[in-house]
């Protein structure tokens, strides 16, 4: 019988101990739950339940069912958003791509001149979205541009013309801005990737007989899925959210043809004020996202296994 | 016979071309990647000069009047504001919930773990219309506290990712041998976990601070009143003329303003900040 009890003693003591721990635990993650709830799963149900209403920002909602979905899909304004989005992550993403690859092998090297470079390429990360658009912005301004002004003198371009009245010119603009801020971003991904091959495989190869190019293709490219995978989806997810540089340089013109989706959800909630139709495109948003990130997981997932 | 001459002399001539080429492949890239590299540099850095071009003292001093309307000074309050209430909130929050996660398990932590990690996939554009309803329900709209939130909130999951490996590393064992010195759990966590998790942290810190000194879009529809506007979006308002012209003068120095503690963090932090990056990308 003592013995029982104290044999049972120090379990029982353990036990509780690791109760309290287990409070200690939830009691420590209280704040980021009560963030999250307030501010993600609460506006994530509103959103749903907003959704399927006709809510005007300042009157009383009322429930219409599906009604925004339908008009979403009619809506000749978002579909031309939505097909311009997908226009640009198109365009965007190889630009990205390839510029990243050659920036990382250019500058791969261990040395100190190649990571000062590397620490010029990716500067323009740091600043911000919104102040490069303001900054090129004025770089391609007519007549007083410091870029148009200087291929203006050098006969390349007309420096009189506005740029951004001009669709094919005004989205070119925005392209290399992104490409100019973000490049730098994916170069460091790819560099870690490089960087995260044994020299010794490669050399492997090129002892077997490949030359450089054949050892380039056939070892390191395929070495590199996971990167180039995580490339892809920083430069997808990032593409399909675009706002910043399309808001400040565009101002969605000419004529409408530079909105993006969010630009839609946007007008729709807080130029419209129409917050039950704006919800049901954030949604239609959110599933693409999800998808994408559904592909990102499966291309990750499957790299690791191979 | 002639054909070996040939075929000999054809090896030796190939040697002979080889040598000098070898050393002359050596050469020439070498001067073209130094050629390619300043190139690409300078075209970096050109958008940087542009800005910088514009800078004159006379144009410091109107963007920092506040008798325009808003001192570009007040903007640079409330960015600072703003991104150091973020980062502390995020920071906080983060290390707490990863800690509990990692180390103090219980009955729903996984859940918990699982939900944060959801915020992951979804960014706040895409429910920022409820959540600009939520925060007047709150009493914080048009509120630098509610964007601060707000902005915290959607770097949880990065910070909680980038601390994961930290805490986990940590052997359970240091842990007891702490508490078995006479310190509790949490003084535990203090003096073990939290010099270990220190890199993590600082990367956590960097990439929030960055994310919420940058962002343009909530702080553009959860504040409407100007005088709150943080400098990205009160850079549009300071570089606007009565004629609804822009004085791009006014605006390349707003930019400067923002642009530059960036840059400074940067440079100083660099090792974690990418640090911070790659391993939020990667792990």
Known sequence: MTELITRARPRFGRHRMARRRGLLGFLLSVPAFVLLALFFVWPLCGTIYMSLTDWPLLGSPSFVGLENYVQAFRDGQFLQAVGFTLFYTIVITPILLVLAFGLAFLVRRRTRAARVFQTVYFLPVVIGLASGSYIWQFMWQSDIGPTTTLLG?????????????????????????????????????????????????TEAARIDGAN??????????PLLRPTLALVLVFSVAGSLLAFDQFYIMTVGGPSGSTLTAVYEIYRAGFVQFHVGYASALSILLMLVLALVSAGQMLLLRNSDNS | MTATITATSTITDQIHREMPKRRRTHVLPRAAWWV??????????????????????????????????????????????????????????????????????????????????I??????????????????????????????????????????????????????????????????????????????????????????????????????????????YTLPVSIGILSAQPNFGINFGLMQTGVMITVIPCVIVYLVLQRYYVAGLLGGALK
């Open chain 1, 212 to 221: 450089a190019w054949q050892a380039f293709w056939h070892i390191t490219v």
């Open chain 2, 36 to 117: 390619v590299c300043i190139c690409l540099a300078v075209l970096f850095l050109y958008p940087i000069g542009v800005m910088l071009s514009q800078v004159t003292p006379g144009n410091v001093a109107k963007v920092t009047d506040a008798s325009r309307g808003i001192s570009v000074l007040q903007s640079l309050g409330n960015s600072a504001f703003v991104s150091c209430l973020a980062t502390a909130v995020t920071v906080v929050a983060s290390t707490l919930a990863r800690y509990a996660f990692a180390k103090l398990p219980y009955r729903g932590s996984r859940v918990g773990f699982f939900v944060t990690l």
């Open chain 2, 119 to 228: 915020t992951f996939m979804v960014p706040f554009q895409a429910i920022i219309t409820p959540l600009y309803i939520v925060l007047r329900q709150i009493g914080l709209q048009n509120n630098l506290v509610g964007v601060a939130l707000v902005l915290a909130t959607f770097n949880l999951p990065l910070g909680i990712f980038l601390m994961r490996n930290s805490f986990a590393t940590i052997p359970t064992s240091l842990e007891e041998a702490a508490q078995l010195d006479g310190a509790s759990t949490l003084g535990a966590m203090w003096r073990v976990m939290l010099p270990v998790a220190a890199p993590g942290l600082v990367s956590t810190a960097l990439l929030s601070f960055f994310a919420a000194w940058n962002d343009f879009f909530a702080a553009l529809i959860l504040i409407t009143d100007q005088h709150l």
């Open chain 1, 153 to 201: 003198d050098l006969g390349i371009l007309d420096p009189t013309k506005n740029f951004f009245a001009n669709f094919w010119s005004a989205f070119a603009i925005v392209v290399g801005m992104v490409t100019w801020k973000v490049v730098g971003l994916q170069m460091l991904l790819v560099l870690s990737g490089i960087q995260s091959i044994p020299d010794e495989v």
